[in-house]
T-cell receptor, first 113, second 111 residues
Framework: DTEVTQTPKHLVMGMTNKKSLKCEQH?????MYWYKQKAKKPPELMFV???????INESVPSRFSPECPNSSLLNLHLHALQPEDSALYLC????????????FGDGTRLSIL | AQSVTQLDSQVPVFEEAPVELRCNYS??????LFWYVQYPNQGLQLLLK??????LVESINGFEAEFNKSQTSFHLRKPSVHISDTAEYFC?????????FGKGTRLHILP
């Protein structure tokens, strides 16, 4: 069982829709991450939040909008996505500091029609 | 800059045979290394980690990895694999606020 919970598990949306991915952790971690993973590839970092503030944006297109409402929650708002955005979106959390391992959720599999 | 190289994209091995998944890293600072496993349709799970101390680290399911500074390697081994070990394995290095992943090695267990 994972300690990082992501909802929904699957999402199909059209290119004009607006949807949100949600992530929750109760391990007291103050760093949270969004990754995008295409098939047979490693996860690609999108965003990092540290103490509820955005600390890293890996040049992600503005159609992806992250939000960290509190220390336990992380959202990813989606709008006007493209077919190439279809992927597995993974959330992770960790304690802050160098060398801390990240704990991953099972992801949301997103399909853009 | 830190980086990780997994030389083998796929490793086929017979059930109950030993396996080694290779990982080499590049780092100019203190090294923190991880192996993650990803089973089909799941997220990544931390398998084991090297932060400091003993160079041999073990996981609860029979895997072990040895940190070798002179060879800049962190190879993953298991003396006898099971069909349930079928998965993608990622070697990773910690870098500031990020984890840098290797490209992954698919472990394919043959009956």
């Amino acid at each position: 069982d994972t300690e990082v919970t992501q909802t929904p598990k699957h999402l199909v949306m059209g290119m004009t829709n607006k949807k949100s991915l949600k992530c929750e952790q109760h391990m007291g971690h103050r760093a949270m991450y969004w990754y995008k993973q295409k098939a047979k590839k490693p996860p690609e970092l999108m965003f990092v939040y540290s103490y509820e503030k955005l600390s890293i944006n890996e040049s992600v297109p503005s159609r992806f909008s992250p939000e960290c409402p509190n220390s336990s929650l992380l959202n990813l708002h989606l709008h006007a996505l493209q077919p190439e955005d279809s992927a597995l979106y993974l959330c992770a959390s960790s304690a802050t500091g160098v060398g801390q391992p990240q704990h991953f959720g099972d992801g949301t599999r997103l399909s853009i029609l | 800059a830190q980086s990780v190289t997994q030389l083998d994209s796929q490793v086929p091995v017979f059930e109950e045979a030993p396996v080694e998944l290779r990982c080499n890293y590049s780092s100019s600072v203190s090294v923190y290394l991880f192996w993650y496993v990803q089973y089909p349709n799941q997220g990544l799970q931390l398998l084991l980690k090297y932060l400091s101390g003993s160079t041999l680290v073990e996981s609860i399911n029979g895997f072990e990895a040895e940190f070798n500074k002179s060879q800049t390697s962190f190879h993953l081994r298991k003396p006898s694999v099971h069909i349930s070990d079928t998965a993608e394995y990622f070697c990773a290095v910690s870098s500031h606020d990020k984890i840098i992943f290797g490209k992954g090695t698919r472990l394919h267990i043959l009956p």
